[in-house]
């Protein structure tokens, strides 16, 4: 019997990522009257994997690592999310980020579900052949808890292809010689001589870049000359930068983890990147730059901001002080619930993470095909469908955002759950 009882609420122990979450998905299921059936299904995760596991250091030290997967739902496809190496990493920031997924890869109509993970640590604080092996030993605990066709991990924070190599090495090494090779798709985000896509490197980011461009045409105005700000120059940062930069815009602020700098005159995109790379990964004492206060960096005077970064960057604590106009989401959860109100109270618009930054698992998906059948796809031809696939969904999106009257992440939540719905109710609850 199915009642309508139905709005589940935030559970009182759930705080940060996870409340975020789980406030955004209610709000799009009261819009859509969810089966509440449905509903409970979502409210939850499938699988909530721990593994402490040890790894010798290279003083002969032996160190128990922690580290995280999580799998919220696959009733689209197999799972599908990033892995990061970061000391916030725990289980509820897995969950949150895995449902995020979950709503990601549905929003952009691919045949994935959604889970994320990673490893709580500092990874600056550990030699190269120390995160090697610390990323060998996670992949074979978790075992076939992962795969190619049923979990596929990505990079993230503090991940990249190199990582990505290793996790497809470790877990090929584990099946028999004569199987190895059709296990390469295990992750995504590797290498190119490893198995790995042309324009892979570059697709969240780009994602970042078009879908700002979407918005800015929707409204009949043109990139040349707006400011924008970054935070976050890893790989999503940069990218969208270059991008920006290359149609107009100027880039006149950007924090990282260690500084906050700001030039009105303009930063140079590449210089700053060479800076970075010789200046252990930080934007600090960027040539000409001033130097500002950590809280003061989102009250830059500018169009928009790209935060590119962690979750919970822009709440309720400094959303007030935002004189941009613009907020697209390059990193996952920037922006929590009381700064989004505020946010539109003021009239600035957003772009959702599930939207703005699904590129990634866009080329993650091209990736997967082309090992999975064989093929080569250049990079061209990746980012000619990645545009594609991200205008169609804008169009979705902020079509239904007018047309019902609602905000674009609760939009393009909206349509993101109806997918899964109509997933479920045409397939049946298991027995």
């Known amino acids: 019997m199915i009642t309508k009882d139905i709005k589940l609420p935030v559970k009182k ?62 009733a689209l496809g197999p799972y599908k999310g990033g892995l990061r190496y970061h000391e916030t990493v725990d289980i509820d920031a897995a969950k949150a980020l895995a449902m995020w997924m979950t709503w990601k890869t549905s929003l952009a109509g691919l ?56 996790i497809a090495d470790t877990y090929m090494s584990t099946k028999g010689p004569s199987e190895r090779s059709t296990y ?21 980011g780009y994602g970042v870049f078009i879908t700002i461009k979407l918005w800015a045409e929707q409204r009949n105005i043109s990139l040349k000359g707006k400011t924008f700000i970054v935070q976050g120059f890893g790989n999503v940062g940069y990218w969208a930068s270059y991008f920006m930069e290359q149609e107009g815009a100027i880039l006149v602020g950007v924090q990282d983890a260690f500084a906050s700098i700001y030039k009105p005159e303009g930063i140079d995109v590449k210089q700053l990147q060479v800076h970075v790379t010789n200046n252990e990964g930080s934007v600090n004492n960027f040539a000409d730059s001033n130097a500002i206060e950590k809280a003061d960096f989102f009250g830059i005077d500018c169009d928009i901001i790209i935060p590119a970064a962690l979750g919970n960057q822009i709440t309720g604590d400094n959303a007030h002080i ?55 796809w250049h990079m061209d031809e990746v980012i000619l469908k990645l545009e594609k696939v991200l205008k169609e969904s804008f169009k979705r999106v902020y079509d239904y955002a007018i047309t019902e009257g609602v905000d674009m992440r609760t939009a393009a939540f909206c349509l993101a759950i109806q997918r899964i719905e109509k997933a479920y109710i045409q397939r049946g609850i298991f027995p």
Request: aromatic residues 6%.
């Open 13 to 74: 122990n759930e705080t940060g990522m996870v409340a975020n979450v789980l406030e955004q998905f209610n709000k799009a299921a009261d819009h859509i009257d969810l089966n509440p059936n449905i509903r409970r299904i979502l409210n939850v995760t499938n699988n909530e994997i721990i593994i402490h596991f040890p790894v010798k250091m290279d003083n002969g030290d032996v160190e128990i690592i922690t580290g995280y997967r999580v799998q919220h739902n696959n």
């Open 111 to 166: 045949p994935y579900g959604g889970a994320k993970g990673g490893i709580k640590i500092n990874p600056k604080l550990y030699s190269q052949s120390e995160l090697e092996r610390i990323t060998r030993r996670f992949t074979y605990a978790l075992g076939d808890n992962i795969g190619p066709e049923h979990d596929i991990p990505a990079p993230d924070v503090n991940t990249n292809a190199q990582t990505m190599a290793w």
């Open 184 to 204: 390469q798709h295990v992750v995504t985000g590797k290498p190119v001589g490893s198995g790995g896509i042309e324009g892979r490197d570059r697709s969240t």
């Open 322 to 376: 935002i004189k941009a106009k613009l907020i697209a989401e390059g990193a996952n959860g920037p922006t929590n619930v009381e700064g989004e109100q505020i946010l539109l109270q003021n009239g600035v618009d957003i772009i959702p993470d599930i939207l703005c930054n699904s590129g990634g698992v866009i080329g993650s998906y091209f990736e997967w095909l082309q090992n999975r059948n064989g093929e080569l």
